[in-house]
């Protein structure tokens, strides 16, 4: 990624990372970590956040201009007017700074273009925005019809929850004190002020707490491990889940298919000073010595629970990328279950509101395991379903900040 410092790093930062997430399907994450070290730090989070916000609102922002284009703008123009229509519209930047700014991105013969459209959103643009259908614009229509079939009427607070960055949350160590000023969380999590930075919170330095969305803490606590048990921790990396069952106490075995994933995981838990054994291996046919008390399968899937988080899903995932997830997670699963002992247990779960990945595996049950209910108690504040497995949604606990979606389902073998 080349980015030139001459006009406003921050927005050079954005337009780059919209090309790379838009255009050439690469995740956000990735795209940031590509950012070259010779942009400052603080540009490199203003770039973030814009190309957030139009990632979030791409749909409405596209419907605001669409009436002021005649036909479909050439590619860095489009960038340019979604930064543009962002800052006027969503980020509150004045508008002659957002509309210049905006038309600098751009080369000569695209500039009048760009400087056409912002003005005309600049002076209509925020009450067209009021009157569109922001949930289902912002929405991908197979993401829309799939979420309402899971889970009816939700579907739209699940959209609508997408708009809002999510906060902070953190788990700690057992003992931890939480940070200053974080709320606690009836599930256990310390949730902190939006724009707070974890490593300026004195427990990061001491290992003493790392960053988990509520909802994802959740199926570690499901397994509740006990001191000394052999615990498997299935595709591992970053190692959220690996620190809630070192810290309990277990000795956990993590394992992690991408080397590229691996120094992550290592540093993570050198900095919280845990020590489980960390494995580079596919789970499919990875062969360990001894079988299993607890085995955690956090399998990887869509994320379409994390969209609060990750704003690029709805655009780089697509309708047949669930079946394929969904087939893998199916043979994750009759993996995992072998590698268990008789009366051991087994948490499977997976940050999706798919239901082919979540409620569909509840009838894909491998052989000789068979499902622990969940029961309401070990969920304060959530409750588990009626059919005794977890789902969580991020339009949950909305007034504090919601949490991920999550489904996991518990099971034991006989
Ligand atoms: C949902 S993420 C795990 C998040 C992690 N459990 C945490 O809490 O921080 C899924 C992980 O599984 C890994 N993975 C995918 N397929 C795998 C496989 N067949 N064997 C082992 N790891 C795999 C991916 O590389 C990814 O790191």
Do not use: Y
């Not at 009436?67 to 930047?93: D, K, M, Q, V």
């Amino acid at each position: 990624m080349s980015i030139s410092h001459v006009v406003s790093p921050g927005r050079r930062v954005a337009d780059a990372l919209l090309e790379s997430v838009l255009e050439q399907h690469r995740a956000l994450e990735e795209a940031l970590d590509a950012v070259p070290g010779s942009i400052e730090p603080r540009d490199k989070a203003a770039g973030h956040r814009i190309a957030a916000a139009v990632l979030r609102r791409l749909g409405s922002l596209d419907a605001v201009m669409e009436p002021f284009l005649r036909r479909s703008p050439p590619a860095p123009a489009l960038r340019a007017l979604r930064i543009g229509a962002a800052e006027l519209l969503l980020l509150g930047t004045p508008p002659h700074a957002a509309v210049s700014a905006a038309v600098s991105l751009v080369p000569r013969p695209l500039a009048g273009l760009v400087n056409a459209v912002l003005r005309r959103v600049a002076e209509h643009g925020a009450r067209a925005l009021e009157e569109l259908d922001a949930e289902r614009l912002d929405t991908p229509t197979w993401l829309w019809t799939s979420w309402h079939a899971a889970h009816g009427a939700a579907v739209r607070a699940i959209a609508a929850s997408h708009r809002q960055e999510a906060l902070l949350d953190l788990s700690l160590k057992p003992g931890a004190a939480p940070p200053e000023g974080a709320t606690l969380l009836p599930t256990g999590t310390a949730r902190m002020p939006a724009g707070t930075r974890i490593t300026e919170l004195p427990g990061f330095a001491a290992g003493e707490l790392w960053a988990q969305d509520a909802a994802a803490a959740l199926p570690a606590r499901l397994l509740a491990v006990k001191p000394g048990e052999l615990v498997a921790d299935l595709c591992a990396a970053p190692g959220g889940k690996t620190a809630q069952l070192a810290a309990a106490g277990a000795r956990v075995i993590a394992v992690e298919r991408e080397a590229s994933r691996m120094p992550r995981l290592r540093e993570n838990m050198a900095r919280l000073k845990l020590t489980p054994d960390l494995v580079n291996s596919d789970v499919i046919g990875w062969k360990p010595e001894a079988l299993f008390d607890a085995i955690l399968l956090d399998a990887p899937c869509t994320a379409t629970g994390t969209i609060r988080r990750h704003p690029d899903v709805p655009h780089l995932k697509r309708a047949k990328d669930v079946a394929v997830l969904a087939a893998q997670q199916r043979n994750l699963l009759v993996a995992a279950s072998r590698l268990l002992k008789p009366g051991g247990r087994l948490v499977f779960a997976t940050c999706s509101l798919q239901a082919e990945e979540g409620e569909a595996h509840l009838a894909h049950i491998p052989e000789g395991l068979r499902l622990d209910p969940i029961r309401d108690e070990e969920l304060p504040g959530i409750g588990a379903t009626g059919a005794g497995h977890l789902r969580t949604r991020p339009d949950l606990w909305s007034a504090e900040g919601g949490m991920d979606g999550f489904f996991a389902m518990r099971l034991v073998r006989a």
